[in-house]
């Protein structure tokens, strides 16, 4: 005799396929590559051609968006001879959402038939030599939150119990994304991402304990959706904007103003990589 299921899982069923089920009625068949725009990056959707939006607070049990530079809409749209569904702004742990809250647009995003995850971000620079403005391929990640979003029961229908996060950023798409930016002629680091918790920027003690534990670059995002990105099934390849240098030797840390101005400057070549990338995956 099957074991039922726990309440838990049931309502979160229910939960994923009322939003999936919204989503199919405003926005017509949905792409299976999904992109998240991290903080700064959302104009990316000004250049997409026959779009269809939707604001997330408009979207059942999904939760609004409150940082700086994150819109929180949904939008469909054209890119190339790509079609792609793209969160302009993501949710964060920092803002007061418990880890599946926050990651429930990838639940819903998976529900819809998405296979391939793009997600992007501002994040600061730990490695020597690199600075602000630079582009990262993020090959690896550090969850440093303290939290893990497939903590409590696991739906045996969405993933397995113990994932494995070895090949989280899929080696065959980082190759893509290098040949991309080769053929744009646009640098490309590539580097582990550290994830912490935030809001507060580290102080020089937590950064040098980053680097010493193998750390490129910290942020205050990805690392949840990634692991519930690889716990559903799909691919994932990330990119991380440079925004700051968040390293202990420097004489101050930037402030958000500050990270945020760097963003917009750098955001054109961000778009144009994924401009070109989006239609390769």
């Known amino acids: 005799m099957s074991m039922s299921l726990p309440a838990a899982v049931l309502a979160q069923r229910s939960r994923i396929e ?6 199919r009625d405003r926005l017509g068949p ?3 590559v999904a992109l998240i725009l991290g903080s700064g990056l959302g104009s ?4 997409l051609t026959d779009s269809r939006a939707i604001a997330f607070d408009e979207i059942p049990h999904w939760a609004s968006a ?4 994150h819109a929180g809409r949904l939008v469909v749209g054209q890119t190339g001879d790509c079609r792609v569904i793209v969160l302009q702004g993501r949710l964060h742990g920092y803002e007061g959402h418990a880890p599946t809250e926050a990651t429930f647009p990838i639940r819903v995003l998976r529900q819809l038939g998405v296979k391939t995850l793009v997600v992007t971000c501002a994040a600061g620079s730990l490695h020597e030599g690199w600075q602000a403005g630079d ?10 939150t303290g939290t893990n979003p497939l903590v409590g029961p696991n739906d045996p229908d969405i993933g397995p119990r113990f994932p494995v996060m070895f090949d989280a950023y899929r080696e065959r798409l980082r190759a893509i994304a290098r040949e991309v930016a ?3 002629d646009i640098p490309l680091r590539e580097g582990v991402y550290a994830g912490i918790q935030g809001p507060a920027f580290l102080t020089p003690a937590e950064l040098a304990h980053l680097i010493t534990i193998g750390g490129d670059a910290v942020g ?30 420097e004489p101050t840390h930037a402030t958000a103003e500050e990270v945020l101005a760097v963003v917009e400057r750098s955001a054109p070549r961000v778009h144009a990589l994924l401009a070109s990338l989006l239609p390769r995956l």
């Open 18 to 23: 009322e939003a999936a089920t919204l989503l």
């Open 30 to 32: 949905v792409p299976t």
């Open 44 to 47: 990316f959707v000004d250049g």
């Open 66 to 69: 409150t940082a700086p530079g």
């Open 135 to 144: 582009l990262m391929l993020i090959s690896d990640q550090i969850n440093l």
């Open 182 to 184: 080769t053929g744009l």
């Open 220 to 249: 205050m995002s990805v690392v949840h959706e990634v692991l519930v990105a690889v716990h559903g099934g799909l691919d994932v390849v990330g990119l991380a904007l440079l925004s700051d240098v968040a390293r202990p030797d």
